[in-house]
C-alpha cells in the first residue's frame, strides 16, 4: 500500500479510536487491534501530528506513580472524520471503475 495513504488512513483511525472518549497510547492500539495493527512506534509520532494539526488536545495525568498521557479529539478532528467519510465514498467509487466487470463472465 502506498505509504502516504497508509498514513492518511492511521490517522483517521487514531481519530476514530478517540472520538468518543478520550484515551491514552496503550488503550488506542487495543481498540484499534482488530481493524489494523499499530504499533507504539508508529502510534506516538502519529499522536504528535495529529497535536500538531489540532486535531486532537493531550491532558498527562498521574495514574499507578507514573504519568499517563490522555488524547481527546478536538472539533477540527471530529470535522476531519467526517471529510474522511466523504473522501471514501470517492476513493469507494474509484475502486469501482477500477475492478469493473472483473466478476462477470464476459
Known sequence: MDIQL??????????AAIKNEE?????IIKDMKPYVEVSESTLYPILR?????ELLTVRT????????????????GLKRLEEFKDEWKEVIS????????????E
Open 49 to 53: 501530528r495529529l497535536e500538531a494539526q
Open 94 to 105: 474509484i475502486y469501482n471503475f477500477v475492478t469493473k466487470g472483473e466478476n462477470s463472465n
Open 61 to 76: 495525568i498521574e495514574y499507578s506513580g507514573r504519568l499517563r498521557k490522555y488524547y481527546h479529539i478536538t472539533h477540527l
Open 23 to 27: 484515551s491514552y497510547g496503550y488503550q
Open 6 to 15: 497508509k498514513r492518511g488512513l492511521l490517522d483517521v483511525c487514531v481519530l
